[in-house]
């Protein structure tokens, strides 16, 4: 069975420019969730949806940030215009019912902003 | 105080050494509860539930402590292997929630 699928796997590109992060999750899975992690501060949620609803975004760093779901097996993250300090990797996960089974992650996105 | 706690570590142990890692959380709801490992510049990957009666896989052992809000990990006879982050997880609600991670070197 397929995984989460996140693509690209690698993005360079220079500050100013936008970013589009992208992720199908394991079909079946009704919750997605997008995370950011870097040395400094670990792995961190940025927004996560159920049923393709956004239902907290608290952790989105700024309003350069913006992520969609528009479909059960999509959803895109967005940085515009992106900063050297989003460099990172950023992870897409799903799972079956929330908080209350595992998380299964994509391989993740290494973003790198100069 | 952080929502997961773990030492960040490093444990370096030998092969074939008993290894032990210790998690607190703050959220007494909290009713679901996981061990992942994190190798070097790859996702999370789930490694095993923790139940409340404590559960066994393989060298592998999870305990929970609900009265005192701790979640252990035990590996037994490590192999290089296991050389990884391994990171505790717990639900809050809707959301798991990560702690940092405690870094694992076995060597020969």
């Known amino acids: 069975d397929a995984g989460v699928i996140q693509s690209p796997r690698h993005e360079v590109t220079e500050m100013g420019q936008e970013v589009t992060l992208r992720c199908k999750p394991i079909?079946?899975?009704?919750?997605l969730f997008w995370y950011r992690q870097t040395m400094m501060r670990g792995l961190e949620l940025l927004i996560y949806?159920?049923?393709?609803?956004?239902?907290?975004d608290s952790g989105m760093p700024e309003d350069r940030f913006s992520a969609k779901m528009p479909n059960a097996s999509f959803s895109t993250l967005k940085i515009q215009p992106s900063e050297p300090r989003d460099s990172a990797v950023y992870f897409c996960?799903?799972?079956?019912?929330?908080?209350?089974?595992?998380?299964?992650f994509g391989d993740g996105t290494r973003l790198s902003i100069l | 105080r952080k929502e997961v706690e773990q030492d960040p570590g490093p444990f370096n142990v030998p092969e074939g050494a008993t290894v032990a890692f210790n998690c607190t959380y703050s959220?007494?709801?909290?009713?679901?509860f996981f061990w992942y490992r994190q190798d070097c510049r790859k996702e999370p990957k789930l490694l095993m539930s923790?139940?409340?009666s404590g559960n066994e896989d393989g060298r592998f052992t999870a305990q929970l402590n609900r009265a005192s809000q701790y979640i252990s990990l035990l590996i037994r006879d490590s192999k290089l292997s296991d050389s990884a982050t391994y990171l505790c997880?717990?639900?809050?609600?809707?959301?798991?929630?990560f702690g940092t991670g405690t870094r694992l070197q076995v060597f020969p």
């Open positions: 996960a799903s799972s079956l019912d929330g908080g209350y089974q595992p998380q299964h």
């Open positions: 949806f159920n049923n393709n609803v956004p239902i907290d």
């Open positions: 997880v717990v639900n809050q609600g809707d959301k798991l929630i």
């Open positions: 079909s079946g899975h009704n919750s």
């Open positions: 959220n007494s709801a909290s009713q679901s």
């Open positions: 923790v139940y409340s």
